[in-house]
């Protein structure tokens, strides 16, 4: 059985910054690419950042120069810097892996069980 455990959510307030962790209980040389996804009440899920093996990067445009991902190349673990946070920022935010060979063109293989990032204004 995969875990994929996040930690680092919270309340924060508007201008704040949070840092979100992930790990995968997996061999480093099985997971592929890892990042974040997110759904505010109401709304759909939708992707906020993914780092793939090679080290490059895409990001929601609406998170774009605030949100940072970066990988521990030497442990299955993806972290999320968000800074200049804003109300719309809240949302649960899931962590999602693929493994090595993933037919996949999105992120799912693995799934996390959310943190929750409330940011007030």
């Known amino acids: 059985q995969v875990q994929v455990v996040e930690s680092g959510g919270g309340l924060v307030q508007a201008g704040g910054s949070l840092r979100l962790s992930c790990t995968v209980s997996?061999?480093?040389?099985?997971?592929?690419?890892m990042g974040w996804y997110r759904q505010a009440p109401g709304k759909q899920r939708e992707l906020v950042a993914v780092?793939?093996?090679?080290?490059?990067?895409d990001y929601a445009n609406s998170v774009k120069g605030r949100f940072t991902i970066s990988r521990d190349t030497t442990k299955i673990m993806v972290y999320l810097q968000m800074n200049s946070l804003k109300p719309e920022d809240t949302a649960v935010y899931y962590c999602?892996?693929?493994?090595?060979?993933?037919?996949?063109?999105?992120?799912?293989?693995?799934w996390g069980q959310g943190t929750q990032v409330t940011v007030s204004s």
């Open positions: 997996r061999s480093v040389f099985t997971i592929d690419a």
């Open positions: 780092i793939r093996t090679g080290g490059t990067t």
């Open positions: 999602a892996a693929n493994r090595r060979g993933s037919s996949r063109t999105e992120l799912g293989d693995y």
